[in-house]
């Protein structure tokens, strides 16, 4: 999302170092990107493709479809199975892929019964257009009426070491084997609090490394997205998996609120 310009629309400033924080994550050894249609609109897809394609064996780009963008800056739904079609044949052809691997419902819409979103997506999974499907920005209910349709492979909420209102559903992916992405790891660049600067003084480490080792420690079902626009904090959260956290460290982490 954050190589887009601002407003999360339109190209970002910086064209060749967008390309580059993309080609450098994959040196490092990212191999699961998440994107969406409509991030731009379109314009991540489209740099991701310029980046990486023809991707590298076992690298994994996942997007998203569901809502529209009038505006840099707004957001609004559509989750109707009509949309969702073009919205997968549409990033199919900005990503240059003849299948998607993972394709989320960015989320549900008011206005379209979330069981014919879902009915969408399988029924393009049938045809081979998406391999896996995924949800994101859902409740607990709505993965539990959506495994009655089709199987489920992730589900993408925000969720930070500060902001677990969906603890329940993290927990409910760790007991069915599904992916568990967490949107905002960052607590959305709020600044860190005492204890969290204390954890990450006492580790040689920056305060989003200490938020990211977290997450990972946190569940085997997590798998974090932290965006960049810039190289350099790529490579800082490239390092992240290197902070072993204390079971003590980690329990008073976990109590920290927003």
């Not at 997968?88 to 008011?110: C, F, M, N, W």
């Not at 379209?112 to 393009?124: C, H």
């Not at 660049?189 to 977290?214: C, D, E, R």
């Not at 420690?217 to 490579?235: C, D, F, K, N, Y």
């Amino acid at each position: 999302m954050r190589i887009t310009g601002d407003g999360i629309w339109g190209p970002p400033k910086n064209h060749a170092g967008a390309l580059a924080v993309l080609r450098r994550a994959v040196e490092l050894g990212v191999n699961f990107i998440d994107t969406a249609d409509s991030y731009g609109p379109n314009v991540s897809e489209e740099l991701i493709a310029e980046a990486l394609a023809p991707y590298p064996k076992g690298l994994v780009v996942t997007t998203k479809g569901g809502w529209t963008r009038p505006g840099p800056g707004y957001w609004s739904h559509d989750a109707s199975p009509e949309h969702l079609r073009k919205a997968v044949d549409g990033s199919l052809k900005r990503l240059r892929l003849e299948r998607i691997e993972l394709y989320q419902l960015h989320v549900p819409a008011p206005l379209t019964p979330f069981d014919k979103s879902v009915g969408a997506l399988k029924q393009l999974r049938d045809e081979g257009k998406i391999r896996l499907i995924g949800l994101s920005n859902v409740t607990k209910e709505h993965v539990e009426r959506a495994v009655d349709i089709v199987p489920i492979a992730s589900v993408q909420n925000r969720y930070s070491f500060a902001d677990r209102e969906w603890e329940n559903v993290l927990e409910y992916c760790e007991q069915h084997k599904i992916a568990f992405i967490p949107w905002a790891p960052l607590a959305q660049g709020k600044a860190p609090g005492a204890m969290l600067k204390k954890v990450a003084q006492k580790h040689n480490a920056t305060a989003n490394q200490v938020m990211i080792a977290w997450l990972l420690q946190r569940s085997p079902a997590m798998l974090p997205i932290p965006g960049t626009s810039s190289v350099a904090h790529l490579e800082e959260n490239m390092k992240s998996p290197n902070v072993t956290l204390t079971d003590d460290e980690m329990e008073q982490l976990g109590r920290v609120r927003e």
